[in-house]
């Protein structure tokens, strides 16, 4: 029996997010469930930018099946991705990845899903931005908008 793997994707990622940032460890473990079997040869890019929006990676708990889950999907990524470090996934290392694996991403995904891959980060990097400069008092983004696009 084949086992169909999760595509993970811009319609499903909040969900997921929620789920992985909730307060009841069940839903966490059911977010990671959702990550440690997705197709990590085309959900890798949503993967990586799950994990960097994950709020609090709890280093402790008691919650063995938690502990499991997050350890095996860990070491999933790692064995994807030798350069993958838990310690340090950013924004920047998320659109470095792309840019530096577009080769070996093509070999799963077409370049429209790559393009979608780019707009989405930068889309959710723009959000997190704002949210940051807000918090230094920057509220002229009350009245104006702060669109950051590729260059063309």
Do not use: A, C, R
């Not at 930018?49 to 070491?75: A, G, Q, R, V």
């Not at 070996?104 to 990097?125: G, P, R, T, V, Y």
């Amino acid at each position: 029996m084949k086992v169909t793997k999760t595509l993970i994707n811009e319609l499903n990622f909040d969900n997921i997010l929620e789920l992985m940032n909730s307060k009841d460890e069940k839903s966490k473990v059911l977010g990671l469930t959702i990550l440690e079997n997705s197709d990590i040869n085309k959900s890798y890019i949503y993967m990586l930018l799950l994990y960097n929006n994950w709020i609090e990676i709890p280093k402790i708990t008691n919650n063995e099946d938690f502990l499991s889950t997050k350890l095996n999907f860990i070491n999933n990524m790692k064995s994807f991705d030798d350069k993958f470090d838990e310690n340090n996934v950013s924004y920047k290392f998320i659109y470095s990845y792309i840019k530096d694996n577009e080769k070996e991403l093509l070999k799963n995904l077409s370049i429209q899903e790559i393009k979608k891959f780019k707009k989405f980060i930068i889309k959710k990097f723009n959000d997190e931005l704002i949210i940051l400069l807000k918090n230094f008092n920057y509220n002229f983004f009350d009245d104006f908008d702060l669109i950051i696009t590729e260059k063309i």
